[in-house]
Each structure stands twice: as C-alpha cells, then as structure tokens.
C-alpha cells in the first residue's frame, strides 16, 4: 500500500516528531533540565577550581582549572544525557503515553533512536550551557573541535541508550536511581575528571583502565588541552563498540517488548 | 476485502490468566462492529494485541489484508485507535498530543496543524487547544483520544469503551459524529457495556466472555434473540413428545419441564389456550434466562443503575 519511498518519509517524519517531542520537553521543564547543571557546575568551579584548585598547582602540564573544565562538562554531558532518557522513557511507560509510540507504524530501532538522540540533545545543551560557565573561571583553547564534538557525541550516546535501558527495566521510581547511585556516578568520579590517573599509584592506574568514561574523559580533554591520559585510538574504539552495543541492546529489549508490552 | 481477520487468536498472560483462547472474528470493510462482554471478557485483550500493545501467544491477525506478524508498520497505519484508559502526557497541550501524534504516523507537520484544526473543532475542543490535558475534564479527554486517533485518517477506528463516564448529552454527540466518520467509510469496532449503544449505532455485534466468542450475529438479530423470552413449564405429567404448539418453539427439556420460547409481542395465553386443549396441566412456570441475557445481566451488574436501566428498555 505504501511505497518504499513513501515509507521512507513517513519514517523520517515520525523520527523527528520524537526529537521535536523531546525537546520540547527540555525546554518546557528548563527548570529541572538546564538550569540545575548550571548550578552545581558553578559550585564546582568555585570549589575545586578556585578555592582548592590554587593549592594544587599543575595538572598534566595545565592549571588546575584548565585540568578540570573538560571533565567537568563532560560529567555533566554524562549525567545529562542519561537523565533526560531515563526519566523520559520512564515518564512516558509510567504514564502509558509510549503507547502513543507503540501503536504508530514506527520501527522499534527508530524509537530508540529518537529517544537517544533526545538525551543527546540535552547532553549537547547542557554542555554548552557548562562550558560558558566554565569560561567564567578559566580559559579554554580548542585544539581540536572535531575531537570536542566526536567524542562529547559519543559518549552522550552512550549514556543516554544507558538511560533507555534501565527505565526498560525500571518497574517503579526507586529503580532508575539504581544505575546512576551504584555505577554512573562512582565511575564518573573515578574516571579522572578531577586528577589525571598518572597521579595514582600503579594498581589504581591500572584499575583505571577498566574504566570506559575514563576513555571518553581523556579524548574530550585532549580536544582542549593536546595532552591524554589513554591512547585515543583505544579510547575511539571503546566509544563506538559502546555505542554500537548500547543500541543493539536497547533494541533487543524493544523487540522483546521488555517491561513495555505484556 | 476484511477490515480485520482474527483466528484462533489465544493469549496467555505472565500470570497464567488465559484471557483469549482462541477467537475467530471477521469484521467487514465499512461496519460498524460492537464487540460486547462483560468485565474481564478480553476485550482489551484482543484490542491490544490488534493495535501491537499486546503480544499474542498463537494465532493470526490481519488487518485489511496485512498480517501484523509479516506487514505489521503498514497494518498499524491503517489503524487508529482510542484506548479504554487515557494514555497521552497529561503535561502537553491538547493540539501537540494531535499534532505529534500524527507526526509518528508520518504526517507533514504542516497537514496536521490543518487536520487538528477540523478534528478539534469537530469533537469541541477546538476553544481549549492550547490547555494542558491534565486541565480537562473526563469527557473532553475521551474526545481528545478520538481526535488524536483520527489524525492519520485510519481506515479502521477501533474505541475501547469510548462513553465510560460521558455524559447522556456529550454520548449523544458522540454517537452522532462516529456514525458521520462510518458513513464516509471508516470501519468501526467498539466496545461498550450500553446495550442501548449497540443497538443505536452497530450493524454487527460480537459477545465476547471468558475469552471466548459466545455469539457472532448482526445486531438485530441479537436484539431479537433478547427480546424472545424462554419461560419454563412444569408438566403435572410425563410427557415424552413435545406437545404442539403452533406459533411458539417448544422443546422438552425433560417429561416433566417444557420449555417454550415467547417473543415480545405475543400472547402467553395462546400458549396455555393450546395447551388446555390438548389436556395438559401446568403446575407451575418460571423465567428462563438465556444464555445472553444471562450475560447482560451480568453487564449489568458490573456497570450499576444508570447501565441496568438502559439494558433493560
Ligand atoms: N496486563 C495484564 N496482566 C495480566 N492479566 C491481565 C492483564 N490485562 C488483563 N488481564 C486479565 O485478562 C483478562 C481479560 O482482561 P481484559 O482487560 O481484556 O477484559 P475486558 O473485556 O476489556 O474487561 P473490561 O470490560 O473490564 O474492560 C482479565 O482476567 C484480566 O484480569
Ligand atoms: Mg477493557
């Protein structure tokens, strides 16, 4: 009945209704999406940046604060990304409207997709809205913007499907905070966003290295600063098995109709 | 060509409840089809499996020809559906739930701004496009749902108990704009638990209990069936043939009990006239409930006074 192309049209529509849908949402509620990492990213600024950060001295060859402004939008990219799928995802099971989603003639990769990509968007502000915070503080040279962009889209990526898959699996509000509280934040802060790893002792440096956002941290940095505690080839890899990973189990799950269809 | 095909359509939830086991249904292109049954009778079941919201355990579904397990995007576009609960954000506009939602089915943005103006003025709700849906009340909802399915302009519309808790006067509205959408050749299936629903609007009917289909007729027909009575005769004495009786039909249940079917309208005393004058005595008599009436009293029941008074007109 419908032609391949028209088929393809439709598809291409229904995908950007979902980000048009997503990102209505994270301006309708900015305040609970942009303004709350504009906050605390101020807050770590002051703190670790200018307070402590004067009595560290240099980082990898930078000033403290040069050191950890990378990082931190990256942490905020992270926290971002996952957060806006999670809780959209959740939100849209909890209150039934993914049945909207569900009964539309969209394939369940483009859902995941839309969704993903809808965390990505509110990565991508969020960071934006860090890195002129940071600005306030310290000065940021781009090196290599393609590295900056690359690297902040995958990890977003990354996260957000990190998102999708644990509001799948989420039967109730307790259980999207699971991911974030036991494993998101811990490697986060392990992941060398305030220290460069060469600072550890040898069997935490080398724990280290079993940490993924480490890996996207390090490739984000370098973008700025030129210098990274990995090498970026391997921290390339990492981040596309990760996203291609991330996708085909969120897509899985869909298929299965996972915590989504009886 | 079938608006919708089910066979041997079984589903067996997590919990073990079996809440189809195995149901063949036609509906045709361009009927207006009720699907009736009391409360758990699987319904919603079956809707959901049609509409992808629920997995099938076994069985096919085809929808205009389209079979969900091999041309499942293009059976989905030719549905839409309003489902028995509401399920759109309660925190978005009334006219971006219908213009999204035709944005999933892949409609340009710009003919769904179109389209929502014409359905939203049509369902009433054109004045409170830009209120939040949480801020309306149950029956304008109802009427955001019906909106919203028919954005896409679906050659199916399947209502999943659309006037639960509408109003007589918005009901009235209601009946009169689906039977608008029927005329100009939209396929209907809906469910209700209003006989007087039914009965007004649907040409064919399906009664649907324990997961199964129980009666499969056009409407007037049921309404006939209804509307005969079978009353139950007790015999003074043993009978082994059935007596005659013209005009009625009569079987013995067992020597000593006839039964003996009385449509509205008819007398009852020709019955006995008949009978007295073959000699038979009748020691007593009662109301047979049949098997659906049986079945709308159970309804009934389930829906309280306002759903008695109308089943029983
Ligand atoms: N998600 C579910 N998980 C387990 N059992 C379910 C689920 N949904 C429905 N059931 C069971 O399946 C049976 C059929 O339910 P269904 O909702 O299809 O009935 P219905 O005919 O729509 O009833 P109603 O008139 O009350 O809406 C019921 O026994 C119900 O308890
Ligand atoms: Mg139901």
């Excluded at chain 1, 309708?28 to 504009?38: D, E, S």
């Excluded at chain 1, 990219?77 to 999670?86: E, W």
């Excluded at chain 2, 019906?146 to 006037?163: F, G, S």
């Excluded at chain 2, 004495?237 to 249940?253: I, K």
Aim: hydrophobic share 50%; aromatic share 10%; charged share 20%.
């Amino acid at each position: 009945m419908t032609a391949p192309a028209g088929r393809a049209a439709a598809r291409w529509i229904g995908f950007r209704t979902t980000l048009i849908r997503e990102f209505g949402r994270i301006v309708r509620i900015w305040g609970q999406t942009l303004l709350p990492p504009a906050v605390t990213s101020t807050l770590y600024f002051v703190i670790f940046g200018s307070l402590i950060g004067r009595r560290v001295g240099q980082v990898g060859g930078h000033d403290y604060m040069q050191f950890i402004a990378p990082g931190l939008i990256m942490m905020s990219v992270i926290q971002n990304s996952y957060g806006n799928v999670v809780s959209s995802f959740f939100g849209a099971k909890f209150g039934k409207y993914l049945e909207e989603l569900l009964v539309a003639p969209l394939p369940n990769w483009l859902i995941v997709l839309g969704y993903a990509l809808g965390g990505v968007i509110r990565g991508f502000m969020v960071g934006t809205v860090v890195t002129i915070v940071s600005l306030f503080f310290t000065r940021l040279g781009v090196l290599h913007p393609v590295l900056i962009v690359s690297a902040a889209f995958l990890t977003s990526f990354v996260f957000a499907l990190g998102g999708f898959i644990n509001a799948m699996l989420a039967k109730n509000f307790d259980q999207i905070s699971w991911f974030p509280t036991f494993i998101l934040t811990p490697l986060t802060y392990l992941g060398g966003v305030f220290y460069s790893i060469r600072m550890l002792p040898p069997w935490a440096l080398d724990a280290s290295h079993a940490n993924p956002i480490l890996y996207m941290v390090s490739a984000f940095r370098y973008g700025f600063l030129g210098t990274a505690d990995v090498d970026l080839r391997l921290a390339y890899a990492i981040m596309v098995i990760a996203a291609v990973g991330m996708f085909s189990l969120a897509v899985v799950l869909m298929n299965r109709g996972v915590g989504i269809r009886d | 060509m079938r608006a919708l095909v089910l066979r041997q359509l079984t589903k067996t939830y997590k919990n073990g409840i079996k809440a189809l086991k195995g149901i063949d249904l036609e509906v045709e292109r361009g009927d207006f089809f009720a699907l009736l049954g009391p409360n758990g009778a699987g319904k919603t079941t079956a809707i959901g499996i049609v509409t992808s919201l629920v997995t099938k355990t076994s069985g096919v579904v085809e929808v205009f020809g389209h079979d969900i397990d091999r041309e499942l995007e293009i059976a989905k576009s030719c549905i839409g559906v309003v489902p028995q609960e509401a399920n759109f954000n309660q925190f978005e506009s009334v006219q971006t739930i219908v213009v999204n939602q035709a944005g999933f089915y892949g409609i340009p943005r710009h003919v769904a701004k179109q389209r929502a103006e014409v359905y939203l003025k049509q369902l009433q709700l054109w004045d409170r496009r830009r209120s939040i849906a949480r801020s309306l009340s149950g029956g304008m909802k109802r009427r955001l749902m019906i909106a919203r399915a028919l954005m896409h302009q679906p050659e199916l519309l399947i209502l999943d108990e659309p006037t639960a808790g509408v109003d007589i006067e918005v009901r009235r509205s209601m009946w009169e704009f689906l039977r608008l959408i029927n005329g100009e050749g939209t396929t209907i299936i809906l469910t209700t638990h209003y006989l007087e629903e039914a009965e007004n609007l649907c040409r064919n009917v399906a009664i649907i209990d324990g997961g199964r289909i129980i009666e499969r007729d056009s409407m007037a027909n049921v309404l006939r069936k209804l509307q005969a009575e079978t009353f139950v005769l007790n015999l003074r004495e043993a009978r082994t043939a059935v007596p005659r009786l013209e005009g009625f039909r009569a079987v013995l249940a067992d020597d000593h009990t006839l039964e003996v079917e009385v449509s509205r309208g008819q007398s009852l005393n020709r019955v006995f006239a008949q009978l007295s004058e073959q000699g038979i005595e009748i020691d007593s008599m009662r109301n047979k409930v049949n098997r659906l009436e049986e079945l709308f009293v159970r309804l009934v029941d389930s829906r309280g006074r306002a759903g008695a008074a109308e089943a029983l007109t």
